[in-house]
Structures are given as structure tokens and as C-alpha cells.
């Protein structure tokens, strides 16, 4: 009973998938699409509310700071919206503002970078919810000698290339380097 119970369970931790990408090294699931993290070149809207004065747009610039009145440099490079939020909070009550209430938001995010087999290789604004699919359709769909089974993505906080499932579902982030390569045959 012991011996059959045992083979079942090992039977359902088995795939019944196809074999071929998988077996070369390429990872078979989409990317996880986390919390936002901002970086360099990300626009944002600050909102301080009841004082227009230090609300407005800014951008996260080439050290990871964003530079706001009374408060000056805030480091915003990793955090999350709410994350930042807070941090202007806390600056803003150390002598400035009493109590207050801080809003983040991106209005334009880093941009993608595609290269490789596309018509038009370079670099692409980002958008929200954007897949490798519509990134390739932006710069203008796959060449003849593409691969258009697996795509290979650098993210913007890793050293390394990934070679993913070419998928609907295969997420995109702000900052990427996506490389469509040659087909074989």
C-alpha cells in the first residue's frame, strides 16, 4: 500500500509536456511580474496634498534620486511607489509639513530595449502589462531567420541573460534588453 501510494504521488509531480525547449536550457515559465521597483529615467507625479508647491513631476535620475523642494535629493532607486511615499513623509515631517499625505505615481516608465531578428531593433517606451509579443510587434514584427520560439532577456537588475518560452503570457519590464536570435533551419 505504502509502494502505491508512493508511486502516485511521484506520478503527480511528473509533467506529461513536450520535451525540446525545455531540455536546451530554456525556462519554461513567464516572468513574474512583482512590485514595481523604480529606477533611472522613470517619470513620477508627486503630490503633496495641500501644498501644490512642492507637488510636480519629476524623474529618477542617473544616481537613483529624485530632487524635491525643502526636502532636496530622496533616494527613490528599488523602492516601491508606497515605499517612497513614506520616505517623503518622513522627510517632509521633520520640520516642513505637518502630518503629510504624500502620492506617487509613474506617469512614464523606463523604456525596453529589443534587439536582434525585428524589423526595427532599438529602443521602445514601455507600457504597462506589455508582453515580449507586443514588443516585437512595436519594432516592427520578426525577421525571416527569427526564432520565434524562444526569447533571451537581460533585466535591468540581473547580469545575466535568460532564454525564455516564447509565450502570450511572456512578461516584459521596464528596462529589459530582449533578443529575439536566428533560427536554425
Not at 511580474?33 to 501644498?51: E, I, K, M, P, Q
Not at 511615499?85 to 503629510?100: F, H, I, M, Q, R
Amino acid at each position: 500500500m505504502a509502494l502505491t501510494l508512493g508511486l502516485m504521488v511521484s506520478a503527480c509531480g511528473t509533467s506529461g509536456g513536450t520535451v525540446g525547449a525545455r531540455d536546451a536550457g530554456v525556462a519554461t515559465q513567464a516572468q513574474v511580474d512583482t512590485s514595481y521597483a523604480l529606477g533611472s529615467s522613470d517619470r513620477l507625479r508627486v503630490t503633496v496634498f495641500g501644498h501644490p508647491t512642492l507637488s510636480g513631476e519629476f524623474e529618477v535620475d542617473g544616481s537613483g534620486s529624485i530632487s524635491m523642494p525643502l526636502i532636496g535629493q530622496v533616494r527613490a532607486l528599488g523602492l516601491s511607489t508606497v515605499e517612497l511615499e513614506n520616505a517623503l513623509a518622513e522627510s517632509l515631517s521633520d520640520g516642513y509639513v505637518l502630518d503629510p499625505r504624500v502620492s506617487v505615481e509613474v506617469i512614464n516608465y523606463r523604456p525596453f530595449y529589443i534587439l536582434g531578428e525585428v524589423g526595427r531593433p532599438g529602443e521602445y517606451p514601455y507600457t504597462s502589462g506589455l508582453t515580449v509579443q507586443n514588443a516585437v510587434a512595436a519594432a516592427g514584427g520578426f525577421s525571416y531567420r527569427a526564432n520565434k520560439r524562444a526569447v533571451f532577456i537581460k533585466s535591468i537588475d540581473s547580469n545575466e541573460e535568460i532564454a525564455y518560452d516564447l509565450t502570450p503570457s511572456t512578461v516584459v519590464k521596464p528596462g529589459d534588453t530582449i533578443r529575439i536570435g536566428e533560427r536554425i533551419f
